[in-house]
């Protein structure tokens, strides 16, 4: 059984940097593409950014510049960098992993997920 675990989170302020881990465990953490999504209260889940098997990297473009994703196989674990932080980005974050190609930034083309962790930027 795959399981996620992220952790990293916080409370930091406008223009700060906050690092997230997440761990996959249960599966060989090669065979998946890992993602990073957020959700913000009220509002839809949303794709941050996904690095896939081969080590390319998707951004979503309110986060290009900003954040930086990276995988490390041998600890089967996927980090988001994230600097410059604004108060806008506050929401929880989730780590995802999918097996398959297709659309990145489908919500719903992701096989497995974590239990999301609170990142909130003040201002």
């Known amino acids: 059984q795959v399981q996620l675990v992220e952790s990293g989170g916080g409370l930091v302020q406008a223009g700060g940097s906050l690092r997230l881990s997440c761990v996959l465990s249960?599966?060989?953490?090669?065979?998946?593409?890992m993602g990073w999504f957020r959700q913000a209260p009220g509002k839809e889940r949303e794709f941050v950014t996904v690095v896939t098997w081969s080590g390319f990297q998707y951004y979503a473009d309110s986060v290009k510049g900003r954040f930086t994703i990276s995988r490390d196989n041998a600890k089967n674990t996927v980090y988001l960098q994230m600097n410059s932080l604004k108060p806008e980005d506050t929401a929880v974050y989730f780590c995802?992993?999918?097996?398959?190609?297709?659309?990145?930034?489908?919500?719903?083309?992701?096989?497995?997920w974590g239990q999301g962790t609170q990142v909130t930027v003040s201002s």
């Open positions: 249960g599966r060989t953490f090669s065979s998946f593409a």
């Open positions: 995802a992993a999918r097996e398959y190609s297709g659309n990145y930034r489908a919500v719903s083309d992701y096989n497995y």
